[in-house]
RNA sequence: GUGGAUGUAGCUCAGUCGGUUAGAGCGCCAGGUUGUGGCCCUGGAGGUCGCGGGUUCGAAUCCCGUCAUUCACCCCA
């Protein structure tokens, strides 16, 4: 990274050039009509709010709020956090404005950036964008199929094969009390086997202890009494219909017992969207991806002062999702009536420069897309930079198309040129395209 | 927060054992063609060698620190 200028951008940011920017904005387009076509309705809350309420919802003992926050204290003495996740600002603003009094369920979806102040490692920013989605008022198990359904479909109009979601359930507040007392209970007793990381999360969260990638751990937690061997007989019963569900509409996952999930609020239905490219040969060392993860989390608004009322949603993060399409060699798809072709008015000599502009001025009232030279170059200087810019035309007007009234038309694929009245050019390039 | 690798032109990279004006390809600009793009030819611009300190007669090169990137952890999207 060259750095000439005395400024560089905040580690873990990224600047998106115009090229890159594109592929955003037709991701984002069909994120957009991905979330309409299923109904849900667009929600966007401040990039920042009250520290407290991540704290409150993440909880204490998480990483986020234990290491990761972006939090300052601003003139008037509050405390905010710029938000590192999305669901419990939409929490709040469900509470906030109401909604709990609108018709249930409430399905929302939101795009952003969130913030964490994590170490920047691949697909991993201290500044990232998540889609996100979130049901509220709907503790049916169907309400569960349908967020994992929106990823799934999502993965499925970008052409992203070999996705598959990794699938627990952590309990409920009745049941999980006693899922953590066997665990505690089996890890206590072995606990000299257990890695220094480890000893330390049984003692916070001992549930953590699945993420461990330490062999003896690893061996341990084979035996270890898994969530859903103690899941209530409610729980149970959703657990079992979401797998149903999964499985009537075709959707391919695994049930991964030792899935745990960092954020406190969650209950139930914890899942993880994962990417792993079949071929395991050049770069097999590369990780498998998590694109998005959720859960169910029926606590959360009770949590901040609301009435009981479930939710379920998801995380997706987008620079993740951009990379691993852009890895399978795709492209999100164009958005109808996005292309327009671009047309370079050529005009020569400064007394035609106004020209020039009047005329990129009526080809965009027609929709296309037009530009004209702004450095007074030669007429080959500018063919080329049409060239460049991928134009399809090339309109000039010179001394002698202006004596005459007409413009020289040059398609630039063909070659071909020829001259058309100044009034009639909109009209000849219109019956082209 | 931990460990490894890497920082030379806009981009991808050379640069020998420490040696004098730091190079290439691509890209950019101009000319070859005073009104015709792509291909070709010629020329040009562009560098605090990431930054700071140290060793040395002399540092892109060796040492220390620092910042950034990257990979693996922690954790997550």
Redesign the pocket.
């Known amino acids: 990274?060259?750095?000439?200028?005395?400024f560089?951008?905040?580690?873990?940011?990224q600047d998106i050039l115009p090229e890159e920017a594109e592929r955003w904005r037709r991701l984002e387009a069909l994120v957009h009509r991905h979330s309409a076509a299923f109904g849900y309705g667009e929600i966007r809350t401040p990039v920042f709010e009250e520290s407290e309420l991540f704290i409150r919802t993440a909880g204490a003992s998480?990483?986020?709020v234990r290491?990761?926050m972006y939090t300052f204290r601003d003139h008037g003495g509050r405390l905010l956090t710029l938000r590192p996740?999305g669901t419990a600002g939409v929490g709040r603003a469900y509470l906030e404005n109401g909604l709990a009094s609108a018709p249930q369920p409430v399905k929302l979806w939101y795009l952003g950036p969130?913030f964490?102040y994590?170490?920047?490692?691949?697909?991993?920013?201290?500044q990232?964008?998540?889609y996100?989605i979130e049901i509220f008022g709907a503790s049916s198990p169907l309400a569960d199929v349908e967020v994992i359904l929106v990823a799934h479909d999502l993965f499925e109009r970008l052409g992203l094969t070999d996705v598959v979601v990794h699938l627990n359930d952590i309990g409920c507040p009745r049941c999980r009390p006693a899922y953590r007392e066997a665990l505690v209970g089996y890890l206590v007793s072995r606990v000299d086997r257990l890695c220094a990381?480890c000893r330390e999360?049984l003692a916070r969260?001992p549930l953590?202890?699945f993420?461990?990638?330490?062999e003896d751990c690893r061996g341990l937690l084979e035996e270890a009494p898994l969530s859903v061997e103690y899941l209530c007989p409610e729980c149970r019963a959703h657990h079992e219909r979401v797998e149903e569900g999964l499985t009537a509409l075709g959707i391919p996952f695994v049930e991964d017992p030792r899935l745990?999930?960092?954020?406190d609020y969650y209950t139930r239905t914890v899942f993880?969207?994962v990417h792993q490219p079949r071929d395991t040969g050049t770069d097999a060392?590369?990780?498998e991806?998590?694109?998005?993860?959720?859960g169910r989390y029926d606590g959360l608004i009770e949590e901040l002062g609301g009435p009981p009322t479930p939710g379920v949603g998801?995380?997706?993060?987008?620079?993740?999702l951009l990379a691993t399409v852009a890895e399978q060699g795709l492209e999100p798809p164009q958005a109808v009536g996005e292309n327009r072709a671009l047309v370079f008015v050529?005009s020569?000599?400064t007394s035609l420069a106004a020209e020039g502009f009047r005329l990129a001025r009526a080809l965009r009232r027609a929709g296309f897309a037009a530009v004209n030279d702004l450095?007074e170059?030669?007429?080959?200087?500018q063919?080329?930079?049409?060239?460049?810019a991928g134009?399809r035309w090339?309109l000039?007007?010179?001394?002698?198309?202006?004596?005459r009234g007409v413009v020289?038309v040059?398609?630039?694929?063909?070659?071909?040129?020829d001259e058309v009245p100044t009034g009639d050019v909109v009209e000849v390039l219109l019956r082209e395209v």
């Not at 998801?314 to 993740?320: D, I, Q, S």
């Open positions: 990274m060259a750095s000439t200028p005395g560089k951008r905040p580690r873990g940011t998480s990483d986020i290491k990761e996740e969130m964490r994590d170490r920047p490692q691949a697909g991993r920013y201290r990232h964008t998540q996100g990381d999360r969260n953590r202890i993420d461990c990638k330490d745990v999930r960092g954020l993880e969207t060392g590369r990780a991806r998590v694109l998005c993860g959720g998801f995380g997706m993060g987008l620079e993740r050529v020569l000599g450095l170059r030669s007429l080959r200087a063919l080329k930079a049409a060239d460049r134009a090339a000039i007007v010179g001394e002698e198309e202006a004596a020289t040059r398609d630039l694929r063909s070659g071909r040129q």
